[in-house]
């Protein structure tokens, strides 16, 4: 017979566990959500799921304290530190703990998703790499002659250069919704067309966040229609990838993608890895200032903090945060 009063009283006590990590590691974060807390170690992600977790009905008399390694990274990891850390920085200015959790929400589910783009680009760099490599040593053989045989290629190229426009467009559309968490408007998600008239409507065309919007949407814009294009092709609308390829010139290209839309001049061969790099960063750069933006719209005119624009060279290694918040005098604290 379990006695349920008994195993209650136990996990009602304190309880102590050991995380997985190494020595020379440390925990710098724990963060609860609904399916666990999770620590943030500098070169871990670990949930940590407590008997009550695993065992409500107390079925179990020695359920344990399970931890699940979500990713071997940490808060060594720009993107982490970007993204979740940065945003916990921020969460205490915001009024209501609903707001803080949808925050903290849409902040986790970028944090992943940028990691899995990070990934992809990272695994398609690597194989553009290794083929260039295999190429570069015969490269006459597969550029000279009347009719040279084709160069080595990719072989999942196409398939993962969609993998990571389509994942991009959904961190984006996760990023709109950070704009009815502080301004209870509901712009649809993903509707980044919408949100700049909105701003320029409500704080004016001069102000720094409607302009910022407008400048971000041009990008966003255009990768919206290459996904679109995957989704939706047409015979004057579609995507093209091209693999390593012989031109006119006898020069072998490095793989590049080509959009045909009549709106957008982006049809000549833009280079495929450099443009998923930029684009990763212009979606970590867009949610951390709309983060900072956002938070300055609703925090109380009267909290003197200061924010510190940190240039990557002077950014803590182990906790690569852009942005530092700090306490800042106003006149009535220094005394006469």
Partial sequence: MIDKDSIKHRRDGAIFATLGIEAKDRIVAMIPRRDGLYAISLDKTIRVN?????????????????????ASKGSRNPIIARTILQAEDFLRFIPNEERQRRVRDIAWEVMTSLLAISSQITGLRSAI??????????????ALGPSPPPAPIV????????????????????????????F????????????????????????????????????????????????????NYFVRVNNFRLLANREIQLPTWQLRNDKL?????????????????????????????????????????????????DRDPDCPKRYELVSVLQPNDIEA
């Fill in 50 to 70: 407590l008997p009550n977790d695993l065992d409500p009905e107390m079925e179990h008399d020695d359920a344990p304290i399970a931890q699940t390694l979500v």
């Fill in 129 to 142: 790499d290794s083929k260039r490599d295999e190429i570069l040593p015969d490269y006459s053989l597969y």
């Fill in 155 to 182: 072989e999942s190229l196409e398939i993962d250069f969609r993998s990571v426009v389509l994942l991009a467009n959904h961190t984006l559309n996760s990023i709109s919704e950070l704009f009815p968490v502080f």
């Fill in 184 to 235: 209870e408007q509901d712009f649809k998600r993903g509707k980044f067309d919408r949100i700049p008239r909105w701003a320029s409507r409500t704080f004016g065309e001069a102000d720094p966040l409607s302009r910022m919007l407008r400048a971000d949407e041009i990008w966003i814009n255009a990768w919206g229609e290459v996904r679109n294009a995957f989704e939706h092709p047409k015979e």
């Fill in 265 to 313: 001049d982006l049809f000549r061969p833009q280079a495929l890895i450099d443009t998923l790099g930029l684009l990763e960063q212009n979606i970590l750069g867009l949610f951390e200032n709309l983060l900072v933006a956002l938070t300055e719209k609703v925090l109380v005119s009267s909290l003197a903090i200061g924010l510190i624009d940190k240039g990557e060279d």
